[in-house]
């Protein structure tokens, strides 16, 4: 067999090794609107949504944000903040029916290959970029500046006799970016 057949299987276990080694753990506490960034405050306000907005401090792995969530026309929202105020990103919950039909083929083609079953807890597009971008994009005015798009997933997945919770990324197009297992926190208390 040559050399660039060894090379392509290497670099294609390599890569689906870094697509799907990682962990992710989250930890929400509700916030109190006098402790939360002024700047953050101000681009919640700015959506011009008039629904009840609840703020939480989130501690994961990648480090600690600020998240405003709230529901607008049956769909939840959440605004995801740095600790001080710089949006990260925006997600917003969404049902197949959201999306292309060709993102939706990628994203099943992707998921039958990785998984013996799996089950989809929830979709959330996610939207990144400037302020002002996702602030146009949000209040349906056209904007020109560049933003980006992708689909995040809650699988339940199997593979072979092991079932868990993954987080996947999906790009605009239904390629895999990300994948990461969720983990729950340690209890010291038996819950029965």
Same mark, same amino acid.
């Given at each position: 067999?040559?050399?660039?057949?060894?090379?392509?299987?290497?670099?294609?276990?390599?890569?689906?090794?870094?697509?799907?080694? #990682?962990?992710?753990?989250?930890?929400?506490s509700r916030l109190k609107i006098r402790q939360v960034p002024l700047q953050a405050r101000l681009f919640v306000d700015s959506l011009?949504? #008039?629904?009840?907005?609840k703020w939480y401090y989130e501690q994961n792995l990648q480090g600690n944000s600020i998240?405003?969530?709230?529901?607008v026309e049956r769909k939840l929202y959440s605004v995801e903040f740095d600790t001080v105020g710089n949006l990260q990103d925006i997600e917003i919950?969404?049902?197949? #029916?959201?999306m292309p039909a060709a993102t939706i083929e990628n994203i099943c083609t992707a998921l039958h290959a990785q998984y013996?079953?799996?089950?989809?807890?929830? $979709? #959330?597009?996610?939207?990144?970029?400037?302020p002002s971008a996702l602030l146009s994009l949000l209040n349906k005015r056209q904007t020109e500046e560049p933003y980006t798009t992708n689909y995040e997933l809650i699988v339940k997945?199997? $593979?072979?006799?092991?079932?868990?919770?993954?987080? %996947?990324?999906?790009?605009?197009?239904? %390629?895999?970016?990300?994948?990461?297992? %969720? %983990?729950?926190?340690?209890?010291?208390n038996l819950q029965y």
């Open positions: 067999m040559s050399k660039t057949f060894f090379l392509t299987l290497f670099l294609f276990f390599y890569l689906a090794g870094c697509a799907f080694g #990682q962990t992710k753990f989250e930890k929400e011009g949504f #008039q629904q009840k907005v998240e405003a969530k709230f529901k919950g969404i049902g197949w #029916q959201d013996t079953s799996f089950t989809i807890h929830k $979709i #959330q597009v996610q939207y990144k970029g400037e997945g199997r $593979i072979g006799r092991n079932v868990k919770l993954y987080e %996947i990324t999906f790009n605009q197009l239904g %390629i895999l970016t990300d994948t990461a297992e %969720i %983990i729950f926190r340690n209890t010291d």
